[in-house]
T-cell receptor, first 115, second 115 residues
Framework: AQSVAQPEDQVNVAEGNPLTVKCTYSVSGNPYLFWYVQYPNRGLQFLLKYITGDNLVKGSYGFEAEFNKSQTSFHLKKPSALVSDSALYFCAVRDQGDSNYQLIWGAGTKLIIKP | ETGVTQTPRHLVMGMTNKKSLKCEQHLGHNAMYWYKQSAKKPLELMFVYNFKEQTENNSVPSRFSPECPNSSHLFLHLHTLQPEDSALYLC??????????????FGSGTQLSVL
């Protein structure tokens, strides 16, 4: 069965420090992987996606994510956190070969950046 | 501004009321989605329309009734809801459900409280 795990409900990081939000997935074939961010009282916004090719994907607001096929992971990273990065982050996956186009979502990770 | 507008932003209703949620997208997309977001849970896909045709109904109770009069507008009609239906209801759009590596554009959601 397809699934996504975000093992941390909450991540706390001091401003200026690097941050990592973890995501692991399970699909039968090759994945399409996505990260979305949700700021307070807003809908989700697309951050970045992995389709194929380079394992390091760069996205909006200085975020990047690394696709690791052997570890079935797609962790979100940023070298230096800002207070404004505080938000809820969702990882999602879709099996490239699956005719079912539905995204499988993680439960979200709350990122808190402290000044 | 993502190009997807939802109204109302907040809604409080009793269990015997009838209300409707509205979603409008200005992106020229052909696919529209209703999601339910509950705290600390993955997003739940409720309904999908592609080119105005309903293509997905994920075992949603009949007290939720979608309507898609054209590719730009999506409604969710609510009647005799239960308190456990209280959640954030998100509308999203994409170019086409068959473009499975494309991102979703979300509205800001309707925060629904059922008393």
């Amino acid at each position: 069965a397809q699934s996504v795990a975000q093992p941390e409900d909450q991540v706390n990081v001091a401003e200026g420090n690097p941050l990592t939000v973890k995501c692991t997935y399970s699909v039968s074939g090759n994945p399409y992987l996505f990260w979305y961010v949700q700021y307070p009282n807003r809908g989700l916004q697309f951050l970045l996606k992995y389709i194929t090719g380079d394992n390091l994907v760069k996205g909006s607001y200085g975020f990047e994510a690394e696709f690791n096929k052997s570890q079935t992971s797609f962790h979100l990273k940023k070298p230096s956190a800002l207070v404004s990065d505080s938000a809820l982050y969702f990882c999602a996956v879709r099996d490239q070969g699956d005719s079912n186009y539905q995204l499988i979502w993680g439960a979200g990770t709350k990122l808190i950046i402290k000044p | 501004e993502t190009g997807v507008t939802q109204t109302p932003r907040h809604l409080v209703m009793g269990m015997t009321n009838k209300k409707s949620l509205k979603c409008e997208q200005h992106l020229g997309h052909n696919a529209m989605y209703w999601y339910k977001q509950s705290a600390k849970k993955p997003l739940e896909l409720m309904f999908v329309y592609n080119f105005k045709e309903q293509t997905e109904n994920n075992s949603v109770p009949s007290r939720f009734s979608p309507e898609c009069p054209n590719s730009s507008h999506l409604f969710l009609h609510l009647h005799t809801l239960q308190p456990e239906d209280s959640a954030l209801y998100l509308c999203a759009s994409s170019q086409d459900t068959r473009a499975t590596n494309e991102k979703l554009f979300f509205g800001s959601g309707t925060q629904l409280s059922v008393l």
